[in-house]
C-alpha cells in the first residue's frame, strides 16, 4: 500500500496550491481520504476528508471556505485545492485513507510541505 501526498511548496499568503494524494496497493473507491496537517510544535489536525464515492466532504473550521478536497477514483488519486493561503497553513501536508465506515484511518502517506511566506 502507499499513498504519497505531492504538490507542496513554498507561495505567498493569499495564493494557491493545489495537493495530490497518488495511491495504490487497495482498492481506492472503498476507501475515504482524508487530509492532515502538522506544523513544528503543534498536533496533527484533520483539515479535510472525501467519501469513497466523492459525494460527501468535510472540512476543519480552520480551512472552510478556502480549500476543496475531490477524488478521481479512476485515477486513485485525490486532491486538495488551497486558495487564499495563509501563514498559518503552514505545515507538512499528508493524505489518509479509511475503510468505508471505519472509525479510524488504516493507511498513511508520506507528507508534503507547504510554506506561506512573504
Known amino acids: 500500500v502507499q499513498l504519497q501526498a505531492s504538490g507542496g511548496g513554498e507561495v505567498q499568503p493569499g495564493g494557491s496550491l493545489r495537493l495530490s494524494c497518488t495511491t495504490s496497493?487497495?482498492?481506492?473507491?472503498?476507501?475515504?481520504i482524508g487530509w492532515y496537517r502538522q506544523a513544528p510544535g503543534k498536533e496533527r489536525e484533520a483539515i479535510s476528508c472525501?467519501?469513497?464515492?466523492?459525494?460527501?466532504?468535510y472540512y476543519g473550521d480552520s480551512v472552510k471556505g478556502r480549500f476543496t478536497t475531490s477524488r478521481n477514483n479512476p485515477n486513485n488519486t485525490a486532491f486538495l485545492q488551497m486558495n487564499m493561503l495563509k501563514p498559518e497553513d503552514t505545515a507538512l501536508y499528508y493524505c489518509?485513507?479509511?475503510?468505508?465506515?471505519?472509525?479510524?484511518?488504516?493507511?498513511w502517506g508520506q507528507g508534503t510541505q507547504v510554506t506561506v511566506s512573504s
Open positions: 489518509a485513507a479509511k475503510m468505508r465506515g471505519a472509525s479510524e484511518y488504516e493507511f
Open positions: 496497493g487497495f482498492i481506492f473507491d472503498d476507501y475515504s
Open positions: 472525501v467519501s469513497s464515492s466523492g459525494d460527501r466532504t
